[in-house]
């Protein structure tokens, strides 16, 4: 089983481009979140999904967009990138049902914007 | 609200010192308490939980207990080893809800 992957592991942009990032579960979880993590601030939720077909926003969602078409997949879109959105961007997954189950983990995206 | 406090960092020790990262929270109903570890260049893996006062998580030789009367859950272990340098992050997961909530992290480095 792969767990949590994300795709791709690297990029950098130019202002305004725009790009998606790519989170798949292969552990049939419900939940997935994406967070944003910056130096000296920890993990920041951007979104979060309950089930297929569900999205919500997070602490800080402003020029992000989400969608969760399928089960297995959870896409981060930044429609017009701007340097304050250049940090690591890490997928989670958690199973239904309980606040006392863990989140797990995907190995992150460096997005650096110039 | 809920939030999570954790002691700053970085954490410098000497290899087989004591360890101690403080975390303190404050939640709104029972949270569930998480230790994750987060090696370099890597994503954030569970080290252990707790799900209800006075429960004690342990894994690898870290230890935190669940103190409801001071709204803490302490990381400790008794001999750290090189391999154990990584970022330390506690979190709380609220009865009420869907999201988890992170302390900033506390960078642990341990020397030979």
């Known amino acids: 089983n792969a767990g949590v992957t994300q795709t791709p592991k690297f990029r950098v942009l130019k202002t305004g481009q725009s790009m998606t990032l790519l989170c798949a579960q292969d552990m049939n979880h419900e939940y997935m979140y994406w967070y944003r993590q910056d130096p000296g601030m920890g993990l920041r939720l951007i979104h979060y999904?309950?089930?297929?077909?569900?999205?919500a926003k997070g602490e800080v969602p402003d020029g992000y967009n989400v969608s969760r078409l399928k089960k297995q997949n959870f896409l981060l879109g930044l429609e017009s990138a701007a340097p304050s959105q250049t940090s690591v961007y890490f997928c989670?997954?958690?199973?239904?049902?309980?606040?006392?189950?863990?989140?797990?983990f995907g190995p992150g995206t460096r997005l650096t914007v110039l | 609200g809920n939030s999570v406090t954790q002691m700053e960092g970085p954490v410098t020790l000497s290899e087989e010192a004591f360890l101690t990262i403080n975390c303190t929270y404050t939640?709104?109903?029972?949270?569930?308490l998480f230790w994750y570890v987060q090696y370099p260049g890597e994503g954030l893996q569970l080290l252990l939980k707790a799900t209800k006062a006075d429960d004690k998580g342990s894994n690898k030789g870290f230890e935190a207990t669940y103190r409801k009367e001071t709204t803490s859950f302490h990381l400790e272990k008794g001999s750290v080893q090189v391999s154990d340098s990584a970022v330390y992050f506690c979190?709380?997961?609220?009865?009420?809800?869907?999201?988890?909530?992170f302390g900033t992290g506390t960078s642990l480095t341990v020397i030979p």
């Open positions: 999904s309950v089930g297929e077909g569900t999205t």
């Open positions: 939640a709104t109903g029972y949270p569930s």
């Open positions: 979190a709380l997961s609220a009865n009420t809800g869907n999201q988890f909530y």
């Open positions: 989670a997954t958690r199973e239904l049902a309980s606040y006392y189950n863990e989140q797990f």
